[in-house]
């Protein structure tokens, strides 16, 4: 080989090795990182965060100052007064603590909705996953049958085959290639479901991963309580109870009066054309006498009696969607230990078997085509069952509130 040829090979190489290299592997963590990294509701819930602590600043904030002048003509008497509301009752202390509970109670909800999204896209990961993995089940069978028709064509030209082989034989193709084009028609419709929680221009043609999932052993009474712990959601109630507790708290100090103090410079005539000065002093004191704050009393032990109840209707929920989710889960992995078990031992020997029935002339095309499509409805079963089990896993997981550990 010349020089100017050893250089534009090694060129090439190198070119296909560096795209081989700076191509993207789509993994599941590759793809949930992706959604963190550039994801509106994190500034959605970021915002509403904001939104409740101004909301509890403003809530919490002391009154104006108010000043006043007055002029009065009739012996010309002038007051220069400023007066302010004294918080002496404590109800600007609770409010402030309801505040920081509301907030609380925002990046609960946020954090959950996140949460809620990213399992959501976790999902749609594997559904792509497993729709990729029945693509290459459907093109591994399309292999053998275009295998066997070549097989049938050489023999019909030598005399030694049947025509009705060779064309049932394609017809058994024509089915395979309607069923993979179907196939690649669902990866496309579960790759957008996936990148529409992906930013705008996220280009992913495959992902890559295991969808099989390890046996767990689960305690559904350990992990329900582990999810009342972890889960936002009944953190987010647990703290708006809290909140309305604190919010009724202050609703009573109403009924005790804020003083307003004021104090000012009093200017008046004193005789004939003389001026004198003085300091004025003065306190007012509003009576709760029609509004003790009974109505927001009311208001918020009413918000503390919904809240509780919330909560024990989320925590049946959440003990409910537990277990159920833990028995469809155990169930899936059982009948996928057992299929899969019965697949290995009997799968490739039919095949095997039918092949070698076929070519001694004991079995006609019809039954090796049996055992070819047998064997391959099987290996789809086989990753329906184990997509099953990824989901059943995933949604435990999004009940309890957070992934197992690997």
């Known amino acids: 080989m010349s020089l100017p040829n050893r250089a534009a090979t090694l060129a090439l190489l190198v070119a296909g090795a560096a795209g081989a290299g700076s191509a ?16 509106p509701q ?29 002029h009065e003509g009739a012996g010309r008497t002038e007051f220069f007064q400023a007066e302010q509301i004294l918080p002496i009752t404590g109800r600007l202390k609770l409010l402030r603590q309801a505040g920081a509970a509301l907030v609380r109670v925002a990046e609960a909800e946020g954090a959950f909705s996140l949460w809620l999204a990213r399992s959501s896209l976790r999902q749609a990961f594997y559904r792509v996953l497993a729709e990729q993995q029945s693509e290459t089940i459907y093109a591994a069978g399309l292999k053998d049958i275009e295998n066997v028709i070549r097989v049938l064509a050489d023999r019909e030209r030598e005399g030694e085959g049947s025509k009705f082989d060779r064309l049932r034989t394609e017809r058994e193709r024509a089915e395979l290639l309607a069923e993979l084009a179907l196939v690649r028609a669902a990866i496309a419709l579960e790759r957008a479901q996936m990148l529409a929680f992906l930013p705008a221009g996220t280009d992913i043609a495959t992902v890559s991963g295991q969808i099989e999932t390890p046996l767990l052993a689960l305690n559904a009474s350990e992990l329900a309580q582990r999810a009342l712990a972890v889960r936002e959601d009944y953190r987010a109630e647990q703290r708006r109870l809290e909140q309305y507790r604190l919010e009724q708290r202050a609703a009573e100090r109403l ?15 004193v005789g004939q054309r003389g001026i004198a000065n003085g300091p004025v002093v003065g306190i007012t004191v509003p009576l709760p006498l029609f509004n003790k704050g009974q109505t927001e009393v009311a208001r918020y032990s009413a918000e503390q009696e919904r809240a509780s109840a919330r909560l024990e209707v989320l925590s049946r929920q959440i003990r409910g969607a537990v277990e159920g989710t833990v028995q469809a889960l155990r169930v899936r992995q059982r009948a996928r230990d057992e299929y899969r078990n019965q697949l290995a031992e009997t799968g490739p020997e039919l095949v095997r078997i039918a092949t070698v029935a076929y070519q001694e002339g004991e079995v006609g095309i019809l039954q090796l085509l049996d055992a070819l499509r047998t064997q391959r409805q099987a290996q789809l079963r086989l990753v329906d069952i184990q997509a099953a089990v990824k989901q059943a896993q995933i949604e435990l997981e999004r009940v309890i509130g957070e992934e197992f550990a690997r």
């Open 42 to 70: 994190t500034r959605e819930a970021r915002a509403r965060v904001a939104i409740a602590e101004a909301d509890a600043r403003g809530r919490a904030l002391y009154a104006n100052p108010r000043v006043n002048f007055s």
């Open 24 to 39: 993207q592997e789509w993994t599941e963590a590759v793809v949930v990182q992706k959604f963190l990294d550039q994801n």
């Open 255 to 269: 009924r005790f009066p804020e003083p307003v103090f004021n104090a000012g410079l009093k200017r008046a005539e």
